[in-house]
Each structure stands twice: as structure tokens, then as C-alpha cells.
């Protein structure tokens, strides 16, 4: 998969992608990333990537035609490649949108800065929008660096262990279980018993629970779309009845 990033800024990238997983990615050839610097596509003598707004106000607004020109010519003017703004204003990124962008044999970053782009690009150039939450970071560049790293990760063989993402946190819809290394004891604080058992299937069922219990108390509002079994229902169903009793206790 091949990812796009145009950016002022395309200094900024490129030490995150000289370590770890990504490193590893590119090295192998299976996710190919290139920062476009969209200073390259303009033709006065200072470079010049933004203006003040018509209509008044603080604050400028990047320009209309260097964009187009960097995008129509990595693309084509007739791409279907889909092209993303990184913006506050856009649709907030989940795992799924991860999951749905990591089929696509490539993808075009915008990122945004300053007030934000000429409202042109938005409605003639960009596919889509996303936000990494309900607040605004100096420019686009560390959210770009989010959804890149979130979507390579569900690539084939990006990671070690090819179910890795789908166990993290929000791959199946809910929190991740708690996880334990070595020592077995530190401070007197004991790894569960359930853990050293070596009974898979039980390991399993316990950090089932272990996820619903965590998602229920820290994050209820993704119970409602998560995959849930039967099984899931009643656990939490037992879970709310005792905690309208005024006292924890993991269900039978």
C-alpha cells in the first residue's frame, strides 16, 4: 500500500518512519510512503502557500492552487485515488475507518494548517475528511502520522502476529484485556492465576470478561455497536445488576 502526505512541514516525518514496525513495513516493500512538500508547487519567489481570508478575520488560509497542482500532478487530474484533509471538522477515525482505508492500494494526506484550507479544495479536490478528536493540534501532520501508522497496521504482514490489531484495544469493538510479563511477582503484586494455568480455552473466557469488564466501566459508549454473543449480553447484564447493588463482583 502506498501513502501520500502533502505538508508544509515534510521535515517531520521522516524520523517516526526510521524506526520500529513502519521501518519494517518499508524495508519489506508491503507500505511505500511519500511526503510531497507542497512549497515545491508554487512559482513565486517566496513560496508562497497561504492568504489572509476574504472577508476579514485572523489567522491565513493555505491556498487553493498549490494543492491542486501537487495533488492533480502525483495523481492525475482524473484519479480516483481517494484524498484526505486532516481536519477537526472531519468524520473521527476508528478502527474501522482504519480498517477501511487499509484496502485501498493507496491514499492521498492533506494536511491541513493555519486556519485551514480555501474552502475550494474541500469541495472540488478532497474525498473525505478525518479527526482525531474534538481539538485542534498546530497542523495536520501529527494526525496524518496517526491514521498512517492505525492503517498499516492492519496491512498483511506488517505486523508479527497477523491477528495483533484485531486483539488491540477497539479491534473487535471493545477495550483490550489487561496484559502481564515477567516477573511473576513484583511487589507482592501476583499475575492472575488464570494466566500461568496454561488452560487456553480458560485464558480465553477470562480475558473476554476481562475486556467487557474494562469497556463497561471505562468506555460503556462503544457497548452498543460492539460484537457482542449471548454469552457477552448476560455477563453484562450480571455485571450492571451488581453494580445497581452497590457492590463489584465478576459474574459466574
Not at 47 to 63: A, F, I, L, Q, R
Not at 97 to 123: F, H
Not at 183 to 212: C, M, T, Y
Amino acid at each position: 500500500m502506498k501513502f501520500d502526505v502533502f505538508s508544509l512541514f515534510p521535515s517531520i516525518f521522516h524520523s517516526y518512519f526510521e524506526i520500529s514496525i513502519l521501518q519494517k513495513a518499508i524495508e519489506k516493500n508491503l507500505i511505500e510512503i511519500d511526503i510531497h512538500n507542497i512549497r515545491d508547487w508554487t512559482f513565486d519567489k517566496h513560496h508562497v502557500t497561504d492568504d489572509t481570508p476574504y472577508g476579514g478575520g485572523g489567522g491565513m488560509v493555505m491556498k487553493a492552487e498549490p494543492i491542486f497542482r501537487a495533488v492533480e500532478d502525483v495523481f492525475g487530474e482524473k484519479t480516483k485515488t481517494p484524498v484526505i484533509l486532516m481536519s477537526p471538522q472531519g468524520r473521527p477515525f476508528t478502527t474501522q475507518i482504519a480498517i477501511e482505508l487499509s484496502k485501498y492500494p493507496q491514499i492521498g494526506i492533506l494536511c491541513g494548517r493555519y486556519e485551514g484550507v480555501d474552502e475550494r479544495v474541500i469541495e472540488h479536490l478532497i474525498t473525505d475528511q478525518i479527526s482525531i478528536g474534538d481539538f485542534v493540534v498546530t497542523g495536520g501532520e501529527l494526525p496524518a502520522l496517526m491514521v498512517i501508522d492505525a492503517v498499516a497496521r492492519f496491512i498483511p504482514g506488517v505486523l508479527g502476529d497477523p491477528e495483533g490489531a484485531l486483539d488491540d484495544s477497539f479491534g473487535n469493538g471493545l477495550l483490550e484485556y489487561p496484559q502481564y510479563t515477567r516477573p511473576e511477582n513484583f511487589r507482592d503484586w501476583q499475575v492472575p492465576d488464570i494466566l500461568l494455568s496454561g488452560h487456553h480455552a480458560k485464558i480465553e473466557s477470562w480475558r473476554r470478561e476481562q475486556s467487557l469488564i474494562r469497556t463497561y466501566f471505562l468506555r460503556p459508549d462503544l457497548l452498543p455497536t460492539a460484537n457482542l454473543s449471548q454469552k457477552d449480553i448476560t455477563f453484562l447484564a450480571k455485571l450492571e445488576e451488581n453494580e445497581k447493588l452497590g457492590h463489584f463482583q465478576i459474574p459466574e
